[in-house]
């Protein structure tokens, strides 16, 4: 295939340099990134609702089974690091079929799982397999856009986007309770296909630049730090303490792997990832920003299902219908987002989406045993409003100011850092759940929220005044997380994307 851009990717760059319109080659692309978003968002918002019933299929106690959603996130945090090397070696086209190949292979197999140890490992291949998805997409497509359509193109990722947030609890509520546990992972299959099917036939075929070497040492250092580090801060959750020899082994040496890895990745010249992009205030304020909104929402995101379900008695369909408000909420605000990013810069619509997020979680620090499912319903969907307007803007910050050959490794860099803090919060807020119900329940352990399915009514009724009150104070925690994340968002960049940044088109 010549190198020479046909002509209508021609005509796409000159939109890229100055329109602001969206071609139809951009939202064909968009199209396809959409599906293999949509397909792993949908299977982490699916499983987090069935934990507990997986737990009474497989006989597990709670402790173990939750390692299905773990080991997935240790898989992701682990392959991430190696996408942006991937992207510049084999192309982003070859490496975003190979991702979503993996995943609906993955998926396949645990929906064949005959026990705990089987679905916990075949989850693991899962995210080898979407822990690449993302980053590679959001590269495909950022470079398709141009940096001055970044806005506009992530809010027409971002609505369709919201469908897994939505659908994947109701919809996974409804498979476990109606028709099989096995059917949360078949149906990643059929989307899959179609998503493979489409990447093949829509996106451009770019050419690899294998000149540069992996940075074998740093990948050493960084993807076994990263997995001995959330190992060792899971397992300090799941024991409800950090005073243990394993966990403070892990949580150490994952630690002194991740601090020689910065070393490494200051002094090569090739690193795994460039950290001299966190050099640049836009780059760095995003990350800070990112850091304490993933630790805060993602950590409470796990709190909110729990909640309905061990304290309200709620079924996992009728949890998912719940969380509806706020999906309903980011799709009001994520277009807005856009439009606004690109108009007047990312810093102001961050700092009002964290204001929103912020009211929004003051209503659940308020949760008790009689708490009115409509101010629940209200507070998730005013969080929705204010994810609408932080997630994507604080990503558009960090780019909007990158040449082309360093968005596949900012873009990593970042994805990185969400799903780490994200992976880190989910643990942090699960200890200090437990330290809650410690306090106010003696002898309870990491697996009493699970112990409380199948206590007899008058016994939970007893129950659910003090395990409301743990929920609510582990809720103060994710409140004052997200405060401080204005610190950072109040250096992020307060102007529009300049228009005059070229970028090379993808053949």
């Given amino acids: 295939m010549s190198s020479e851009a046909p002509p209508e990717a021609k005509a796409a760059v000159g939109?890229?340099?100055?329109g602001d319109g969206l071609d139809r080659g951009v939202l064909a692309v968009?199209?396809?990134?959409?599906l293999g978003a949509i397909m792993s968002i949908l299977d982490v918002t699916v499983v987090n609702v069935a934990i507990r019933d997986l737990s009474a299929e497989f006989n597990a106690p709670l402790s173990q089974i939750q390692w299905i959603a773990t080991g997935y996130t240790l898989a992701l945090a682990t392959v991430i690091p190696v996408t942006g090397w991937a992207a510049s070696r084999f192309g982003t086209k070859r490496l975003y079929m190979i991702s979503i190949g993996l995943f609906v292979v993955g998926s396949a197999l645990a929906g064949m799982a005959w026990s705990a140890e089987s679905l916990i490992a075949f989850r693991v291949l899962q995210g080898l397999g979407g822990g690449m998805i993302m980053p590679a997409g959001m590269t495909i497509l950022?470079?398709?856009?141009?940096?001055?359509?970044?806005?506009?193109?992530?809010?027409?990722?971002?609505?369709?986007m919201l469908l897994g947030p939505i659908t994947g609890p109701i919809l996974g509520g409804w498979l476990v309770d109606d028709v099989s546990w096995r059917w949360i992972f078949y149906i990643n299959?059929?989307?899959?296909?179609?998503?493979?099917?489409?990447?093949?036939?829509?996106?451009?075929?770019?050419?690899?630049?294998?000149?540069?070497?992996?940075d074998l040492l740093g990948l050493l250092l960084l993807s076994p730090g990263l997995a001995a580090l959330i190992y060792g801060l899971a397992t300090g959750a799941e024991h409800g303490a950090f005073d243990s020899l394993e966990v403070i082994g892990f949580t150490a040496a994952g630690t002194l792997l991740v601090a020689g890895f910065v070393v490494r990745a200051l002094v090569a010249r090739v690193p795994l990832i460039d950290?001299?992009?966190?050099?640049?205030?836009?780059?760095?304020?995003?990350?800070?920003?990112?850091?304490?909104?993933s630790l805060a929402f993602f950590g409470a995101m796990?709190?909110?299902?729990?909640?309905?379900?061990?304290?309200?008695?709620?079924?996992?369909?009728?949890?998912?219908?719940?969380?509806?408000?706020q999906g309903l909420g980011a799709m009001v605000t994520m277009p807005v987002g856009g439009v606004l990013t690109d108009k007047i810069g990312p810093g102001r619509v961050v700092l009002a989406g964290l204001v929103f997020v912020v009211l929004g979680m003051f209503g659940f620090t308020q949760v008790d045993v009689d708490t009115s499912m409509t101010l629940l319903g209200g507070a998730?969907?005013?969080?929705?409003?204010?994810?609408?307007?932080?997630?994507?803007?604080?990503?558009?910050?960090?780019?909007?100011?990158?040449?082309?050959?360093?968005?596949?490794?900012?873009?990593?860099a970042l994805n990185i850092i969400q799903q780490v803090a994200g992976s880190i919060g989910t643990a942090a807020m699960s200890v200090i759940l437990t330290?809650?119900?410690?306090?106010?329940?003696?002898?309870?352990?990491?697996?009493?929220?699970?112990?409380?399915?199948n206590v007899p009514p008058e016994v939970q009724a007893q129950l659910a005044p003090k395990l409301a009150e743990s929920f609510g104070a582990t809720f103060w925690w994710a409140l004052i997380l997200l405060a401080l994340a204005f610190l950072p968002a109040i250096l992020l960049p307060r102007h529009k994307p300049d228009a005059s940044t070229k970028v090379m088109p993808m053949h």
Avoid: C, N
């Fill in 435 to 453: 330290t809650e119900l410690s306090s106010r329940l003696p002898g309870a352990s990491g697996g009493g929220l699970g112990a409380t399915a």
């Fill in 30 to 34: 968009a199209m396809v990134v959409v």
């Fill in 189 to 214: 299959v059929p989307i899959g296909a179609v998503a493979l099917f489409l990447a093949w036939r829509v996106l451009d075929r770019d050419t690899p630049q294998p000149g540069e070497k992996l």
């Fill in 15 to 18: 939109k890229s340099d100055g």
């Fill in 302 to 325: 796990l709190l909110m299902p729990l909640y309905y379900q061990v304290v309200l008695g709620e079924s996992a369909f009728h949890t998912g219908l719940l969380l509806i408000p």
């Fill in 380 to 412: 998730l969907f005013v969080m929705g409003l204010g994810m609408g307007l932080t997630m994507m803007p604080t990503m558009s910050a960090a780019m909007q100011t990158l040449d082309h050959d360093e968005v596949p490794r900012a873009s990593t």
């Fill in 275 to 293: 950290l001299r992009l966190f050099k640049r205030r836009s780059v760095a304020a995003a990350s800070g920003t990112m850091v304490l909104f």
């Fill in 142 to 160: 950022t470079q398709k856009a141009g940096p001055q359509r970044v806005g506009k193109v992530m809010s027409v990722v971002g609505i369709p």
